[in-house]
């Protein structure tokens, strides 16, 4: 597998393929929308924190239980692992000495202060479209903060990719640093969601595909990829595979709360999404946010998942009993589900005590693959939102991969009306993630 990859990966680093994933133009044109919650005349820092929220630095620069952008967060990628950052104000081991200019440099090109180039898992290709106002708002804040003595690791990265030159490559065939352009013909409101959805949420980075290249496929925006582990589902405007059902209180809902009644709640990485950044947009940004959404064009995406959120099944169980009717070969599941479950999620998927621990109508019980329903039986869910917390314990530990396997086929019967296919190999597979 190396082998294969490291040559078709070279061939795309080396800007063979002219691909076109940025189709946005001209560098210096346009002025940013100023988003609602940030407005140009409040005090910089203030701005700052509301951006950087936006843009969740925080996930990708904190280790769980580490002190906030401190960095050091692991990022495995197919060719060795590579480490976030300090971004504390840390003169010795932070951005310290790091002046205006080297930091607009760093998320306008992806160019570190002493010239090296970064990678992109740290998402400089989306960060390049804010402005330079914006830029230097999230570098006020960070310098507000604390500075934290933590030396950055070095990457651990096969030849050749622990070349940082070999970078420059890559960006000449997939990256343009240029600012983000208003789109004259469209709204006020569009174009603030635009600007929070592609500069600062950077939600394609994990729901639109990448092609060999590691670069996002733009002509497959927000048509569903994965990400450690996880499937980040289709969230284009398809009907059937993707958000075009959802009234836009339902995505406010979600998108803000990490909820929406009869679509299930945000886990794994979407519900960290939502903790560290979403649940702190105003109120007209996330509109705005949801306005841009509905814009983009329908597609059916490589891994279609339709949601029955009433299958039989479901139907014919009460809160407190299942249905009489679940097949043989599910009910090794079934008393799994008994035992470990269904006090919180009940037999109808109506969930007990918190919305959140509402089944019906999720994504996840209705992809057959299973796939995050075997992540989050694996490793829990934690989502804090306002002063509420959504709490899954994790049993990874409890369950032997059999188990997990059947508990998730079960899982996708009673609450999706799927025929599941998880084998114990593929829970196996999941626990490296
Ligand atoms: C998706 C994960 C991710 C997010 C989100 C993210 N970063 Fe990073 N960042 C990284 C990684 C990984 C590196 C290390 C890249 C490398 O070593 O080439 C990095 C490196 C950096 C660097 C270079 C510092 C140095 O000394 O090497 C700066 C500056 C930076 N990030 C700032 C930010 C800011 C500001 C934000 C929010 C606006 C942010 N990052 C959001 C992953 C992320
Ligand atoms: C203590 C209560 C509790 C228990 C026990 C529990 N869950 Fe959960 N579960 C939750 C909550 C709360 C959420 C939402 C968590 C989140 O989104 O981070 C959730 C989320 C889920 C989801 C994802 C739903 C979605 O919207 O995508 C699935 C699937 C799931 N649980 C299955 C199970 C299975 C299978 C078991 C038994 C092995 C189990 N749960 C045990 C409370 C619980
Ligand atoms: C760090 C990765 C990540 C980022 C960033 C992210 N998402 Fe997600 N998103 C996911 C994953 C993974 C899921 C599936 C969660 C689950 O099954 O519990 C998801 C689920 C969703 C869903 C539910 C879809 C469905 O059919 O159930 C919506 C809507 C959504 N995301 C919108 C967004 C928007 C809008 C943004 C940008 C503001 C965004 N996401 C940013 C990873 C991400």
Same mark, same amino acid.
């Given at each position: 597998?190396?082998?294969?990859?490291?040559?078709?990966?070279?061939?795309?680093? %080396?800007? !063979?393929?002219?691909?076109?994933?940025?189709?946005?133009?001209?560098?210096?044109?346009?002025?940013?929308?100023?988003?609602?919650?940030?407005?140009?005349?409040?005090?910089?820092?203030?701005?700052?924190?509301? /951006?950087?929220?936006? %843009?969740?630095?925080? =996930?990708?620069?904190?280790? $769980?239980? @580490?002190?906030?952008?401190?960095?050091?967060? +692991?990022?495995?990628?197919?060719?060795?692992?590579?480490?976030?950052?300090?971004?504390?104000?840390?003169?010795?081991? @932070?951005?310290?000495?790091?002046?205006?200019?080297?930091?607009?440099?760093?998320?306008?090109?992806?160019?570190?202060?002493?010239?090296?180039?970064?990678?992109?898992?740290?998402?400089?290709?989306?960060?390049?479209?804010?402005?330079?106002?914006?830029?230097?708002?999230?570098?006020?804040?960070?310098?507000?903060?604390?500075?934290?003595?933590?030396?950055?690791?070095?990457?651990?990265?096969?030849?050749?990719?622990?070349?940082?030159?070999?970078? @420059?490559?890559?960006?000449?065939?997939?990256?343009?640093? #240029? *600012?983000?352009?208003?789109?004259?013909?469209?709204?006020? &409101?569009?174009?603030?969601?635009?600007?929070?959805?592609?500069?600062?949420?950077?939600? +394609? &980075?994990?729901?639109? $595909?990448?092609?060999?290249?590691?670069?996002?496929?733009?002509?497959?925006?927000? +048509?569903?990829?994965?990400?450690?582990?996880?499937?980040?589902?289709?969230?284009?405007?398809?009907?059937?595979?993707?958000?075009?059902?959802?009234?836009?209180?339902?995505?406010?809902?979600? /998108?803000?709360?990490?909820?929406?009644?009869?679509?299930?709640? =945000?886990?794994?990485?979407?519900? &960290?999404?939502?903790?560290?950044?979403?649940?702190?947009?105003?109120?007209?940004?996330?509109?705005?946010?949801?306005?841009?959404?509905?814009?983009?064009?329908?597609?059916?995406?490589?891994?279609? !998942?339709?949601?029955? =959120?009433?299958?039989?099944?479901?139907?014919?169980?009460?809160?407190?009993?299942?249905?009489?009717?679940? $097949?043989?070969?599910?009910?090794?599941?079934?008393? /799994?589900?008994?035992?470990?479950?269904?006090?919180?999620?009940?037999?109808?998927?109506?969930?007990?005590?918190? *919305?959140?621990?509402?089944?019906?109508?999720? *994504?996840?019980?209705?992809?057959?693959?299973?796939?995050?329903?075997?992540?989050?039986?694996?490793?829990? @869910?934690?989502? *804090?939102?306002?002063?509420? #917390?959504?709490?899954?314990?994790?049993?990874?530990?409890? /369950?032997?991969?059999?188990?997990?396997?059947?508990?998730?086929?079960?899982?996708?019967?009673?609450?999706?009306?799927?025929?599941?296919?998880?084998?114990?190999?593929?829970? =196996?597979?999941?626990?490296?993630?």
């Amino acid at each position: 597998m190396k082998r294969i990859l490291i040559p078709v990966a070279l061939c795309a680093i %080396a800007g !063979v393929a002219a691909y076109h994933y940025l189709t946005r133009s001209d560098p210096s044109a346009g002025t940013a929308p100023v988003l609602h919650g940030a407005p140009a005349t409040a005090a910089q820092v203030v701005r700052g924190e509301y /951006l950087a929220r936006a %843009a969740d630095c925080v =996930a990708c620069h904190t280790t $769980p239980g @580490g002190k906030p952008f401190a960095g050091g967060l +692991a990022f495995k990628l197919p060719f060795g692992t590579l480490y976030s950052s300090n971004i504390t104000p840390d003169g010795k081991t @932070g951005l310290g000495n790091w002046s205006d200019d080297d930091f607009v440099r760093a998320l306008h090109d992806g160019i570190r202060h002493d010239g090296q180039r970064l990678y992109p898992a740290f998402p400089y290709t989306s960060y390049s479209l804010l402005s330079r106002d914006d830029v230097l708002a999230i570098k006020a804040y960070l310098f507000s903060l604390p500075p934290v003595e933590q030396t950055t690791r070095e990457p651990d990265l096969s030849f050749p990719f622990n070349q940082r030159w070999a970078m @420059g490559f890559w960006n000449a065939a997939f990256f343009k640093s #240029e *600012r983000f352009k208003p789109e004259p013909n469209r709204s006020a &409101e569009w174009n603030s969601g635009a600007y929070l959805a592609i500069g600062l949420a950077h939600c +394609a &980075e994990c729901h639109t $595909p990448r092609n060999i290249g590691f670069a996002l496929e733009h002509r497959n925006e927000l +048509a569903g990829a994965e990400v450690n582990g996880w499937r980040a589902p289709n969230i284009t405007a398809d009907p059937a595979h993707g958000i075009g059902r959802w009234t836009d209180a339902e995505l406010y809902q979600y /998108l803000r709360f990490g909820h929406a009644a009869g679509h299930g709640s =945000a886990g794994g990485p979407m519900a &960290e999404a939502v903790e560290n950044s979403l649940q702190y947009l105003d109120r007209q940004d996330a509109l705005a946010l949801i306005a841009y959404l509905r814009s983009v064009p329908a597609r059916q995406g490589e891994h279609p !998942v339709e949601v029955n =959120a009433r299958p039989a099944s479901m139907q014919s169980s009460s809160a407190y009993s299942p249905s009489a009717n679940t $097949p043989e070969d599910l009910r090794v599941g079934l008393q /799994l589900f008994e035992g470990s479950c269904a006090s919180c999620h009940q037999w109808n998927g109506n969930g007990a005590q918190t *919305r959140y621990a509402a089944l019906t109508g999720a *994504r996840s019980v209705n992809d057959p693959t299973g796939q995050n329903v075997m992540q989050i039986i694996l490793h829990g @869910g934690k989502m *804090r939102i306002g002063t509420e #917390e959504a709490f899954m314990p994790s049993f990874g530990a409890a /369950l032997t991969d059999g188990e997990i396997a059947q508990l998730s086929n079960y899982v996708l019967y009673q609450f999706g009306g799927k025929q599941g296919k998880v084998t114990a190999a593929m829970v =196996a597979g999941q626990r490296k993630h």
